[in-house]
């Protein structure tokens, strides 16, 4: 692996401590070597907070070796005042000569003029290091200002025999498919995105919590699909324990566009056929996370059918995941 690779990796595996926490921001890391040294690390505070290059920078104890730094940043640093004043700044303040550069941010606030304002500065710049990656990496942020949508994630569970339901349950509650560890993923999933959504029929036959009770982490925004408002507040998903949204409208477009003008950047939806076949049908997803359990209903609701490319498979347990993406 070449030298500015290897600082580049470096930076996209600390940015990843700030997933789920900084939306509508991305999830920034930055590194900072002297003489072949790392003297620095940040990654992106919870939204409102720091950003990675500010946190890389205060993190040097002898801040007169920046001087003779080189900075790697995920990103573009940033030349805009928002809830924080511009990185590029920073950077020219304390004469960091170099800066390598993962990949460009084209959100139009930024969209190379903080690479202009430090080239202006007489700063080495390197852009397109690890770019696929570091786009990867920021996938989120680069859906949400490119398509003017969510990063949308597509979760189910299907039976062995392809039902993700029962036709008949003796109570309002989830018929689990899959074993405690693939439920505690999914938790671990949600901590991950801004938001998770659901349609009214799975409100009115689950009754979830859409929280993250099993895992360490902080609940999503809860989005309720309800276009005719027939959901009583008695339901779990408008207790206090995180924030829910209730949308009327029943077009995948029309989502996407309230989603959009909510600052939402991901959302996993959650929800029954009806709701996913809503987002396939219409080709408005990004990625489908799919369980397979061992057991069978022998008839039921048949799981969604939909064309992707299949990224990765591994078993949890008797579970099977698949994770695929849209086409």
């Known amino acids: 692996m070449k030298i500015h690779e290897k600082y580049i990796s470096r930076c996209i595996e600390i940015a990843k401590n700030g997933l789920g926490t900084t939306a509508p921001n991305p999830m920034v890391g930055c590194v900072i070597v002297y003489n072949s040294t790392i003297i620095g690390e940040g990654f992106t505070c919870p939204y409102g907070g720091a ?7 205060n993190s040097v104890k002898d801040t007169s070796l920046l001087k003779e730094a080189t900075l790697y940043v995920t990103l573009e640093p940033c030349s805009h005042f928002g809830k924080t004043p511009p990185c ?3 950077i020219i303040e304390h004469g960091i000569p170099n800066i390598v550069i993962g990949c460009l941010d084209d959100n139009e606030k930024v969209a190379g003029k903080g690479i202009a304002k430090l080239k202006a500065a007489d700063c080495n710049v390197k852009v397109g290091v690890l770019e696929e990656e570091c786009k990867e ?21 299907e039976t062995a025999d392809g039902f993700i339901a029962p036709l008949h349950k ?3 509650q989830p018929v689990w498919i899959t074993n405690t560890h693939s439920r505690q993923l999914v938790h671990k999933w ?5 938001a998770i959504l659901v349609g009214t029929n799975t409100v009115l036959e689950d009754n979830p919590s859409l929280t993250t009770r099993d895992w360490d982490g902080k609940n999503p925004i809860r989005i309720v699909l309800d276009k005719h408002n027939i959901l009583s507040k008695e339901f779990k998903v408008f207790d206090n324990k995180a924030k829910t949204l209730i949308i009327n409208d029943n077009s995948a477009k029309g989502i996407c566009n309230k989603l959009y003008e909510a600052d939402i950047n991901s959302v996993i939806i959650e929800g029954g056929a009806k709701t996913l076949k809503l987002f396939i049908n219409s080709g408005l997803w990004d990625e489908a996370r799919v369980f397979t359990g061992k057991n069978t209903f022998k008839e039921g609701i048949k799981a969604p059918v939909f064309a992707g490319n299949l ?17």
């Open 51 to 57: 950003h990675a290059e500010v946190n890389a920078i």
């Open 88 to 90: 590029s700044n920073l």
């Open 137 to 157: 990496h920021h996938k989120r942020f680069f859906t949400f200002h490119n398509k003017k949508r969510p990063y949308i994630i597509l979760k189910w569970a």
């Open 170 to 172: 003796k109570e309002k």
């Open 190 to 194: 949600r901590a991950e995105e801004q």
């Open 311 to 327: 990224i990765s498979e591994k078993q949890i347990l008797d579970d099977t995941l698949k994770i695929y993406v849209n086409n």
